[in-house]
């Protein structure tokens, strides 16, 4: 059990699967209680029932991030369950790569709604709890994509340098809470995320791509478990990580 991780209330949006999943199992493995929001809730619950099995804490809430009333409803649940929410994973997202000329707008709103507004409604249900509490902490997840634009990712990367701007804008005002603000921004990881690229050849290339340098989700979790388990007055404000074999 790690210290800074063991009994916190830990909110993960996007638990359902990839670094959401592998990130609720280990900082639950360390004696975190998790709190579990994201569309499909059979998969959340077969996530709460197996930490569950392993000795852990764990509540499932389906929860759609476009929608505010269910971010905060999830939260509200954490805190109205277990007295508090030390921890606030803004991780849900979606990258459905594509050239900007193919227009597809539908995407791009999508990803807007979810890679931004999902952070911003986040933000929107945790602070006030964790000012009240003057504690908390932020884990915002953003991306290589948030430093760097690439031909085929121009509104992901628009939205992933989005959330480092909230980030770093979140953690300059909430100094007189206590509160603490990490942005975390992966290279490429195996997980589900390309199952949302619609467009056949910016599947293929990705997909290949992941083949050869993706690094497991448990990746994001140990930096997710780095960044909670500092001592109080040490703020990790950002984690840029990539496997060793990815260049870009
Ligand atoms: P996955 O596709 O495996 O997981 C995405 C998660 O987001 C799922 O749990 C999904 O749950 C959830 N999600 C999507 N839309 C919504 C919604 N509207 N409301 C609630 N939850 C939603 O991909 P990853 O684990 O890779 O992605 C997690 C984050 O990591 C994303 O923000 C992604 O941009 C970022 N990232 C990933 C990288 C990678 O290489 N894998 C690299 C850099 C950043 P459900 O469908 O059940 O709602």
Not at 19 to 42: K, M, P
Request: overall charge neutral.
């Amino acid at each position: 059990m790690t210290q800074g991780i063991k009994d916190k209330i830990i909110v993960v949006t996007g638990a359902s699967s990839g670094l959401g999943e592998a990130t609720a199992r280990l900082l639950s493995a360390e004696g975190a209680t998790v709190v579990l929001g994201a569309r499909r809730a059979d998969r959340l619950q077969a996530l709460a029932k197996d930490i569950e099995g392993h000795g852990g804490k764990a509540l499932a809430l389906e929860t759609d991030v476009t929608r505010r009333d269910q971010v905060k409803a999830l939260v509200d649940a954490a805190v109205q369950n277990y007295g508090r929410i030390d921890v606030m994973i803004n991780n849900a997202g979606l990258m459905p790569q594509a050239p900007l000329e193919q227009l597809k707008v539908d995407e791009w709103d999508r990803m807007i709604d979810v890679n931004i507004k999902g952070v911003t409604y986040g933000i929107a249900a945790a602070l006030p709890h964790m000012q009240r509490q003057k504690s908390g902490h932020f884990v915002n997840v953003s991306s290589v994509a948030g430093h760097r634009v690439g031909p085929g990712f121009a509104v992901y990367a628009a939205t992933k340098f989005a959330v480092r701007a909230l980030s770093e804008g979140l953690r300059q005002e909430v100094k007189p809470y206590n509160i603490r603000t990490t942005v975390i921004s992966p290279g490429a990881v195996a997980t589900e995320l390309l199952d949302t690229i619609s467009d056949p050849a910016a599947a293929a290339g990705i997909r290949s791509f992941y083949q050869q340098v993706a690094v497991p989700a448990d990746s994001f979790a140990r930096a997710v478990a780095f960044a909670l388990s500092q001592p109080p007055e040490v703020d990790i404000n950002e984690i840029l990580y990539r496997p060793t074999k990815q260049e870009l």
